[in-house]
């Protein structure tokens, strides 16, 4: 967003000998308004910031990738068998969204699966901080429901 230039006309009809009109140009000045939506300045390494669920300690580093066009992904801590959580941003609004999607599993036993699900209204990429909130609904193969929790990240 850059500067904007606005013209201003002053009109008067007046006798005492002043212009009958004066036009003012007025500059103003982009001091708001964060930058547009650009994909690859969102992939990299991130920090925690905060995690309501306490799966990762604050200060601990994970990487987002690229899974293209305005998909970004995560793998959740759980292990070397995690699967990636997509993550589907409106460069428009900023906005996160995603299907609800298999993210690991576990033999506790028996073997469940667990599976996230974005929670749209409370996600979303902010370009002024680099940084990702993204709100996951948690839930099991076995029909249980853990709640939601956001995870915080900016960008290193």
Do not use: R
Request: charged share 20%.
């Amino acid at each position: 967003e850059g500067d904007e230039k606005v013209f201003l006309t002053l009109s008067s009809s007046s006798v005492t000998g002043l212009p009958k009109s004066k036009t003012i140009e007025i500059t103003v000045k982009n001091v708001g308004g964060c930058p547009s939506y650009e994909h690859a300045q969102f992939v990299g390494t991130y920090e925690v910031v905060s995690d309501a669920w306490e799966d990762w300690k604050v200060g601990t580093t994970l990487t987002i990738a690229n899974e293209g066009v305005n998909t970004l992904s995560f793998k959740y801590n759980c292990g070397t068998t995690a699967l990636p959580i997509l993550m589907k941003i409106d460069p428009a609004t900023f906005g996160i969204s995603g299907v609800k999607q298999e993210y690991c599993s576990y033999n506790l036993p028996p073997v469940t699966k667990f599976f996230g699900d974005i929670v749209e209204a409370s996600s979303k990429v902010n370009t002024c901080e680099k940084s990702i909130t993204v709100t996951i609904a948690h839930t099991d193969s076995n029909g249980a429901n853990y709640g939601s929790g956001a995870l915080v990240l900016k960008k290193k």
